[in-house]
């Protein structure tokens, strides 16, 4: 167990009221025109093997915009160069790749508001719905749209056949199998010490968030009756001893365990299967993909459509908004784009997460092996949790502290010191206490 503080870059930093908010760019933003083709200077850490035939594309099938890519060294290093050139005013880029929530960085002045510049594509309807939320701040937005993975859960099947234990349907049904795997040894999950993760998912699914804005105040509620729910099952599964937990700070031993068989059920998303696929050993061909599980008596099928990293973001002094935003939307939501990320070694594309129909290149994030017989059926349970998301998260403006002082917590809840609604009890007065400080219209 690692009860240790982790920072987490992606949380969001201090976001501004609404009406700081609306100050911080808007249509005059867009810059004036060019009398010949404009460059626009895209900023990613990604590798370049995927982003560069994309920029390759678009300047193939482009005559009046042009895209030129940056390579940047890792997330930390763009968060800080692309502070210092909004600072200085000077070669700001006009497209970066995301390091931090949109509101948070809005909320800093650092990025451009591409709303009047992005409206013709909404209109048209370019990005599923779920994609939205997270690049919107004061009910304008500041990033185009990038989307999300979809979540869904992998289970070692062959263990759970082996118990005559049927594949969970709900979170209940979960805590039922890891109470009947517990008389085996076996651990139904995984909760890290450091990793709230679960608990905030748990609580976006239940179609709750812990903070709402109303005008020019915000509303917390940590205690709310889909938080509560979100809590009763993390409580659950740590009262009953059915968790592991096993640290993410050590990769290899995380995925060395995941593939002993002592630990049973993932809750997973696509980007993570590759990983899974290259490195299972033992349990290679022995997983099955099923449907994140629901809680009891929900209304409608739903997965968490929340991404910290959302957007690509158009930086305060970029001086071509309108273009920036037309190269970004062609980046993420176009057929060419997505065809032109494939990767033959991999035979698989970079995840269409803003696309309303991604079903074209669903078949390419499934590897060959890891599900064995059951690789088919993944087609369908990853196209389910697309249609299922739902974004109802709300970033609030002190969240980057909050999120530390919850991973402090967390690691209280999983060695059973607090409970989480005690937890959840503290945060709440954590939170509220924390944004009149900073003298910041706060109900709750």
């Not at 937990?245 to 997973?268: C, E, W």
């Not at 389910?384 to 969240?399: E, I, L």
Request: aromatic share 8%.
């Amino acid at each position: 167990m690692n009860g240790k503080r982790v920072r987490v870059l992606s949380a969001t930093s201090v976001v501004l009221s609404v009406v700081a908010l609306a100050g911080c760019g808007g249509s005059g933003d867009e810059g004036t025109k060019a009398s010949g083709p404009v460059t626009v200077e895209w900023w990613s850490w990604d590798e370049s093997k995927t982003t560069q035939p994309v920029a390759d594309k678009f300047n193939a099938t482009h005559d009046d915009v042009k895209i030129k890519l940056v390579k940047q060294a890792d997330n930390v290093g763009t968060a800080q160069n692309v502070r210092n050139v909004v600072a200085s005013g000077k070669n700001v880029p006009c497209l970066v790749k995301n390091f931090g929530e949109v509101p948070g960085l809005a909320g800093e002045g650092l990025l451009s508001d591409v709303t009047d510049a992005l409206q013709p594509y909404l209109k048209k309807k370019a990005f599923t719905e779920a994609a939205l939320p997270a690049v919107r701040a004061g009910g304008r937005y500041y990033a185009v749209p990038t989307g999300f993975t979809p979540q869904f859960m992998i289970i070692n099947k062959s263990v759970y056949d082996a118990y005559g234990i049927a594949a969970p349907k709900t979170w209940d049904e979960l805590i039922d199998a890891g109470k009947k795997l517990k008389k085996h040894g076996v651990y139904v999950m995984n909760l890290a010490g450091e990793d709230p993760s679960t608990l905030v998912n748990l609580v976006q699914q239940a179609n709750g968030s812990w903070y709402r804005q109303d005008g020019d105040s915000w509303k917390v509620d940590f205690l709310s009756p889909e938080s509560l729910e979100a809590a009763d099952i993390v409580q659950r599964l740590v009262d009953n001893d059915l968790v592991a937990n096993q640290t993410y700070q050590d990769r290899p031993a995380l995925i060395s365990y995941f593939d002993s068989g002592k630990m049973v059920s993932l809750p997973t998303s696509t980007w993570q299967l590759g990983t899974y696929e290259l490195n299972y050993k033992k349990s290679l061909g022995d997983w099955q993909p099923i449907d994140l599980p629901q809680f009891a008596g929900a209304s409608a099928f739903t997965t968490p459509g929340h991404s910290v990293n959302s957007g690509l973001i158009v930086p305060k002094g970029c001086a071509h908004v309108k273009e920036a935003v037309e190269a970004g939307v062609w980046m993420n939501t176009t057929k060419e784009a997505v065809d032109a990320t494939y990767q033959k070694d991999t035979k698989q594309y970079s995840w269409p997460g803003a696309i309303p129909d991604p079903s074209p290149w669903v078949a390419s994030t499934v590897p060959d092996k890891l599900f064995g017989k059951d690789r088919d059926h993944a087609r369908g349970v990853i196209l389910k949790a697309v249609a299922g998301a739902k974004d109802t998260w709300t970033v609030g403006p002190n969240y980057t502290g909050v999120f530390a002082e919850l991973q402090d917590e967390w690691a209280k809840i999983v060695t059973k010191k607090i409970t989480v609604k005690a937890a959840l009890a503290h945060l709440q007065e954590f939170t509220v206490k924390d944004l009149k400080s900073k003298n910041i219209n706060v109900e709750g």
